[in-house]
């Protein structure tokens, strides 16, 4: 079945006269007369109920409507796609990042999309929580690779897990409970915590309120931390004792110790996040990049 018969056929089921359809797409109202009476002899049906008043979609009709309409879009979507990769596409693409959650693959995924296309122009910004789900709303980037705290609370995009996480207790080599593997929370109801600043990583603030306060007590504050590393420079500084994602380990020291958190609530996802409707045509092709490099890893 030729794509140029789907073409034909959605634009008379969305305007339901022969004459302006025809005109629409540049044919004499014969021809396209012809073309659907192929279509419906092709597929065996009748798509629409014509009389001398009316052109009406039939029930079968409207089902290969939306058939129809997603066939063309995946098959434009396609087209596009090699027609930007064949051309070597030229444009930019901005992607907000949190440092430790994307070190491991991040580099690696940034090499191969600057190979595959490389006169796109990429600008990469680390920020913290909040100010990349800030970047997200105004439009100052394009994709985020970010935390799942508070996702549920934005529409209008959509995202994808890339691994799931915890939370742990970090504590000083020299705490008392440094030797431990694993830790109750309340157990640390009298310590000093070193919080994520709630203006800056509103989810995972509450997220660590929620948690003390399920285990019986209200964090005493030592101080607020606008970023995880500064987080642990004061755990090191013996200031307090901090609740962290565990993949921010990869900027500890060795006077570090990152312990489990006994009981559940701790458990998160890494995600990557983008707008439903984006206009930048290189999201797409970041996106699909992404996903070999995921399919890559997995059968490696």
């Not at 140029?4 to 021809?31: D, G, Y």
């Not at 009748?46 to 309409?69: C, Y």
């Not at 080599?173 to 800056?200: G, R, V, W, Y």
Request: glycine share 6%; proline share 5%.
């Amino acid at each position: 079945m030729e794509i140029q018969l789907l073409r034909e056929f959605t634009c008379l089921a969305e305007h339901l006269n022969f004459s302006t359809a025809a005109k629409q797409l540049f044919i004499a109202q014969p021809v396209l007369s012809r073309h659907i009476a192929d279509l419906e002899y092709a597929l065996g049906v009748q798509l629409f109920a014509r009389n001398k008043q009316s052109v009406q979609l039939t029930p079968i009709g409207a089902v290969v409507l939306a058939e129809a309409k997603t066939i063309l879009a995946h098959y434009d979507e396609g087209i596009k796609k090699i027609q930007l990769a064949i051309a070597g596409f030229a444009g930019q693409l901005k992607i907000g990042f949190l440092g430790a959650p994307v070190k491991n693959f991040f580099p690696e995924l940034i090499s191969r999309f600057r190979s595959t296309y490389p006169n796109v122009d990429l600008h990469l910004n680390q920020l913290n929580l909040g100010s990349l789900t800030h970047a997200l709303k105004r439009g100052d980037i394009d994709i985020g690779f970010t935390l799942s705290f508070d996702l549920s609370k934005l529409t209008g995009y959509c995202w994808q897990t890339l691994y799931s996480e915890s939370l742990a207790v970090v504590l000083r080599h020299d705490h008392p409970a440094a030797s431990q593997h694993k830790i109750s929370l309340a157990a640390l109801s009298q310590e000093n915590f070193i919080l994520l600043s709630p203006e800056e990583s509103p989810g995972l603030h509450n997220q660590i309120i929620d948690l003390c306060t399920a285990n019986g007590f209200f964090p005493k504050l030592a101080k607020l931390s606008a970023f995880p590393e500064n987080a642990l420079l004061m755990v090191e500084s013996a200031i307090g004792v901090a609740i962290l994602p565990r993949h921010i380990q990869v900027y500890a020291s060795p006077e570090l110790r990152f312990l489990d958190i006994d009981g559940g609530g701790t458990g998160f996802d890494v995600v990557v996040i983008w707008g439903e409707v984006h206009a930048n045509p290189a999201v797409p092709l970041f996106l699909k990049e992404l996903e070999n490099l995921q399919i890559e890893n997995r059968n490696g």
